[in-house]
């Protein structure tokens, strides 16, 4: 009998409210991860050397309580994703007021002729993009 009772119907919708308002604050309890203070710089620069690639990425924050740190790198095709994790600083953090700047090297080993597009993500946002070209090198 696909009927209920009206004692049936009231658990129900008991069930679905509660359903409801624990989805609601769950949500509400996730925060969107921070984004990089607008004054942030991100210089990039790509050299090769002994036939390896090498992405070399310096970030500019405004002062040492903000941190970057870098999570890994994924190449597919010719596009390179490269994920950093950024950290602002606490609430009560007191911090000296000087530039502070986080660098790395990224190995992108040997790449082929082509078009190469690199995405650089903090906490998964894409913060940065652009392309480069490699070609022939040996010629006269």
Not at 17 to 33: D, F, M, N, Q, Y
Not at 77 to 82: F, L, T
Not at 115 to 139: A, S
């Amino acid at each position: 009998n696909c009927f209920k009772t009206r004692s049936e119907l009231r658990s129900m919708k008991w069930i679905m409210l509660t359903v409801i308002v624990v989805a609601l604050t769950v949500a509400g309890c996730v925060s969107e991860k921070p984004s990089l203070p607008s004054s942030t710089s991100i210089n990039t620069t790509i050299l090769k050397i002994n036939d390896t690639y090498t992405l070399y990425i310096i970030f500019t924050l405004p002062n040492p309580c903000h941190k970057v740190s870098y999570k890994n790198m994924k190449i597919y095709g010719n596009e390179i994703d490269v994920y950093f994790e950024y950290q602002p600083p606490k609430p009560d953090e007191v911090c000296i007021q000087k530039l502070e700047v986080y660098k790395w090297n990224v190995t992108l080993g040997n790449l082929v002729k082509g078009e190469y597009k690199i995405k650089i993500y903090v906490n998964n946002k894409i913060v940065k993009e652009f392309k480069f070209y490699i070609g022939d090198e040996n010629l006269s």
